[in-house]
């Protein structure tokens, strides 16, 4: 594939910027000796529990920054807890598990026999609980049972648990896993030993220490695997951390970048686990592997990245990730479906088809910014047809600046700026380019919907133009909590992916913290100012994170809008249209609706559409018990969206009795009225039908 000519200039540039931003690599090297000490801190302050304690994951391996905010994994591993792959080594009170690994036990996992101390005899007592029969007769640990009694456990996520009583103070969010120890080298890994290296990375030094440092085995099953309770998987995190202790600063970098783009581009639209940065690790290990020294150089780091991107996009159209140490096992097993790894491949496809520009959009501790800035390249290139979307795109931003102000912008954007000290040292300046870092997000988002719309009324749809207002889209997604994925959720489901646009609801109902409209301003106030000054937040991530704005619809965007939504821009006609003031009442013709309620309606409608009766009934009781319970600025929408949920049900009474309701509510401008019309006919057609 042919390089671009500006590729080493702007890798050079970027390589300066993430130094600037803290992955230079003396703090890196500060950062991983730090989590060293952590590490021997806290098993010198276990031995007395006979307990050992690993710190893994981006915090020790120094491969994130404060904008990521990554966790931290560590692993609790009771010295006692011990393994080994067979009896040849056994001495009495040596051994307190036997791995058993063969065809019933899936690549990359294996079955624990207990042990009797004085005799290697596994253990057959089913009382406790702690050992099962699997399908051959064996004994074998059950991986959910072992660990439950050990004191200080809190709350268990699957193999990883919350505990009280390790010694820290740290400030990370940390996931406890426990584990047993086998210092032998399992045989499903023995490939990864002999494996023939052509350009002799890892070094032979290094596959003896990681060799020697042996394995850990998490309490975990395969996904798929009828015997997952018994079930242990292999984990090497040790010899992944010395691997990636060893990137130079161009691997370095470049894995830090590659989790940026995977969290901004693919995670806010795919979610969490479709794909992770182990994926992104797993991938760096193969291709350092693979590709000469020489090539990972300052100059050739965009190169790098785009060479990621491709052998990451093989693997999807492959639906096979293979684990760096055991290459049988397969990372995207359960992982992608049909519809998900065609979009998945199409997004990173879109991502190596950019060639290092959207670099730009990455918002995380101001990289693409500060990229942007220093090679004199705007952040948003807008044709002359795009430009007259501009005047009405900017209507809907003042109605988004009109509902932060009557609420909650006051406290953001002037009571945090003036009230807490960290930020009476702001310039006018700073506190500017935060207010612009925000519009920013709704702009793009308002002009991508409005192109969208632009696109979709035409019969013959401009495919590249449709694709560029779907960039927009992704670009303003996160603009709040909600709203901005919302709406580039309706415009998934109006072209009809069903799975992409269920898979960002699912997303914003697992991450939407709370309306912070509907909590008294001091509390916001106090809540905010500690949030900053303790985790180091800017206005524009509280706005991301905690603020969940009204979703508006312009008329110029009626044909990326939900027909449910449309009539809403017609509650106006005739004679109370005169009434109206202009200056005022702009806002009569548009449709706009309450974040979370919206929510419910487009998960009702994705339902609909896959016909999942459980799944649509629990949506309409969550839109019931929204107009219930919630503090809604447009209820009468509200109550007309629910309406037009029942009509589609066939619950035409229903439908009527909740579009009086929203006609009472609201006598005039309320576009109640057209759907009762439009169920007044289908009624008047089921009586003719019935003669």
Known sequence: MEVPDYYDAVSVRLMKVLDAIGLMEKVRWKRIEMWTQVEEFFTVSGLRDKVKVHIFGSQAEATTTSGLRSDMDIVYQVIRHTAQVDFQSWEPGSLRALMIMDDTTPPGYVKLQQVLDDIPVPIYNLQTGILMLDRHGRSCINNGVIFRKLDGINEYHGP?????????????????????????????????????????????????????????????????????????????????????????????????????????????????????????????????????????????????????????????????????????????????????????????????????????????????????????????????????????????????????????????????????????????????????????????????????????????????RLDMASEFLLLGSSSDVASGKLKLATFYLLQNNVILAENILQNIEENYTFLVSNIPTEAIKDYIIFTIVNENISTTEIVRYYCALPVPYLPSEMYCTPRAL????????????????????????????????????????????????????????????????????????ALNLLAYCLKEEGFLVQSYSVLSKSMKLKNHNNAAKWQIAHLLNAAFRLLGGGQ
């Open 566 to 637: 449309i009539p809403e821009m017609f509650r106006s006609t005739g004679s109370q249209q005169i009434a109206l003031n202009p200056d005022k009442d702009y806002w009569q013709s548009w449709a706009v609706v309450d974040p979370k309620f919206y929510l419910y309606f487009l998960q009702h409608q994705c339902y609909h559409q896959q016909n999942k009766i459980t799944h649509k009934l629990v949506a309409l009781s969550n839109m019931i018990w929204g107009i219930r319970h919630e503090q809604l600025n447009y209820k009468d929408t």
């Open 160 to 464: 990883a648990i919350t505990m009280t009583n390790i010694p820290t103070n740290i400030i990370i969010s940390s996931d406890f896993v426990q584990a047993y120890i086998c210092h032998s080298w399992p045989y499903t890994a023995s490939e990864w030993i002999t494996r023939h290296r052509e350009h002799n990375w890892p070094s032979q030094e290094t596959i003896s220490i990681i060799q020697q440092s042996g394995t850990l085995l998490v309490p975990v099953g395969h996904k798929l695997s009828p015997e997952k309770h018994l079930e242990w998987r292999i984990s090497i995190s040790y010899g992944e951390k010395i691997l990636v202790w060893q990137f130079n600063s161009t691997q370095y970098k470049c894995y830090v970048v590659l989790k940026m783009m995977n969290k901004y581009f693919i995670k806010e639209r795919f979610g969490e686990n479709v794909l992770t940065s182990y994926h992104w690790k797993t991938c760096m290990f193969y291709m350092i592997e693979t590709t000469p020294t020489a090539l990972w150089q300052p100059q050739n780091l965009l190169r790098c990245i785009e060479l990621c991107l491709m052998k990451m996009c093989t693997w999807i159209e492959e639906c096979n990730c293979p684990n760096y140490f055991i290459p049988a096992e397969n990372m995207f097993l359960d992982k992608l479906n049909g519809p998900v790894q065609r979009n998945l491949a199409n997004s990173i496809q879109y991502l190596i088809i950019q060639k290092g520009r959207c670099l730009i959009r990455i918002p995380y501790d101001g990289i693409g910014q500060k990229l942007s800035i220093d090679c004199q390249y705007p952040i948003s290139q807008i044709n002359d047809e795009m430009k007259d979307c501009i005047k009405t795109m900017s209507l809907s931003v003042l109605m988004t600046l009109n509902s932060i102000q009557s609420t909650w912008f006051h406290v953001l954007i002037g009571g945090i700026h003036i009230t807490s000290p960290s930020f009476k040292r702001l310039s006018s300046h700073a506190v500017r380019q935060e207010i612009y870092t925000i519009l920013h997000r709704f702009y793009c988002l308002n002009l991508g919907s409005h192109v969208a719309s632009q696109c979709m009324k035409q019969e013959n749809i401009d495919q590249e």
